[in-house]
């Protein structure tokens, strides 16, 4: 398609998440912990975690094979896949496996990382492609099993995260633009509080020439830290969101942000001085499922007939990195 100065719209929404659900009561029976203190601190009571049997590839085709149906859609009609996740099966990427499940033999794919921003940047880059008129039809992926690299000893993170997957597509449009405005940043200096590090060990080849030779190790996380950033930073990049899009806070209809903590959702929406029923929740159910948790948010928020076409909704994606996006857009 060749379709300079198409608008971007937003038409269906999917999502898929492992059957085997870890509860606050069995994390208390694995670490120091209870469910009275896992609740009270960040909302969540269950998240979902992947057996060895399941993948971020087939959890990722699943929820994509979904937004493509609600769409009215076929695999064939796809034009670009980007996947946003920090826990490909591969290093090397999995969208092109993501393709092949599919079965969608047109569409070129890809990879992004952006940790728990990562839907966010997705959703923007996609637009780019659309808008430019390069792309038709564009299926953006939010996907993460995070279990892979929790260290389930350690009671500060353990109980925060969980795996999933939720899936838009975009297409153009030519009867206006529903991605109304975006704000994009990163603070690399801030790269500690949150991260996930390779340690590299010395492997000797031959003399005087080494290698790296280690492994990557689990999440470490400055929880105070992520807090203070996540409630200063979001807020602002929401505000300078809608001030591109000519918005007042009166005009959003729903806060869909990172189900990160229940804690930062209420202090993001009291900045914004927007009412607590504004905000679009399922973080009891889901737990932290970092580049999943907005759309899986979303697909909830839809068929549960909150979120309706024409409905305004201001997202944020914020975490690893440190990285914080902010989009508005209108559904359907």
């Not at 937004?67 to 990427?93: H, R, V, W």
């Not at 990049?237 to 591109?244: P, S």
């Not at 007939?305 to 201001?314: E, F, N, Q």
Request: some cysteine.
């Amino acid at each position: 398609m060749n379709n300079i100065g198409a608008g971007i719209a937003i038409i269906g929404c999917g999502s898929a998440a492992p059957q085997n659900k870890l509860t606050n009561e069995n994390l208390s029976r694995m670490v120091e912990t209870s469910d009275e203190w896992i609740t009270s601190r960040t909302g969540m009571k269950i998240r979902h975690i992947a057996n060895e049997t399941e993948s971020l590839s087939q959890l990722s085709a699943d929820a994509a094979q979904k937004a493509i149906a609600d769409a009215g859609l076929s695999p064939i009609d796809i034009d670009l896949i980007i996947l946003a996740t920090s826990t490909p099966d591969d290093l090397f990427g999995s969208a092109s496996k993501v393709q092949s499940l599919l079965g969608a033999t047109r569409a070129a794919a890809f990879d992004l990382t952006a940790a728990c921003s990562g839907f966010v940047f997705a959703l923007i880059t996609a637009s780019q492609f659309i808008r430019t008129g390069v792309y038709q039809n564009v299926v953006v992926i939010g996907a993460d099993v995070v279990s892979r690299w929790v260290d389930w000893s350690d009671r500060t993170t353990c109980v925060l995260f969980g795996d999933g997957a939720g899936a838009i597509v975009c297409q153009a449009s030519q009867t206006g633009d529903r991605l109304l405005a975006f704000e994009m940043r990163s603070d690399g200096s801030q790269n500690g509080c949150l991260n996930l590090p390779y340690q590299s060990q010395s492997q000797s080849l031959v003399s005087g020439i080494t290698a790296q030779s280690g492994a990557y190790q689990p999440i470490m996380m400055n929880g105070r830290e992520v807090y203070r950033f996540a409630v200063a930073k979001v807020p602002e990049a929401i505000e300078k969101a809608m001030y591109r899009a000519g918005l007042v806070i009166e005009d959003i209809d729903w806060l869909l942000l990172h189900q990160a903590n229940q804690r930062i959702l209420d202090a993001v929406a009291k900045r914004l001085k927007l009412s607590p029923e504004k905000i679009l929740s399922n973080i009891g159910e889901y737990g932290n499922t970092s580049a999943a948790s907005i759309p899986l948010a979303l697909d909830a928020a839809l068929r549960e007939g909150k979120v309706k076409p024409g409905d305004t909704i201001a997202t944020a994606g914020f975490g690893a990195g440190l990285t914080w996006s902010a989009a508005i857009f209108k559904w359907g």
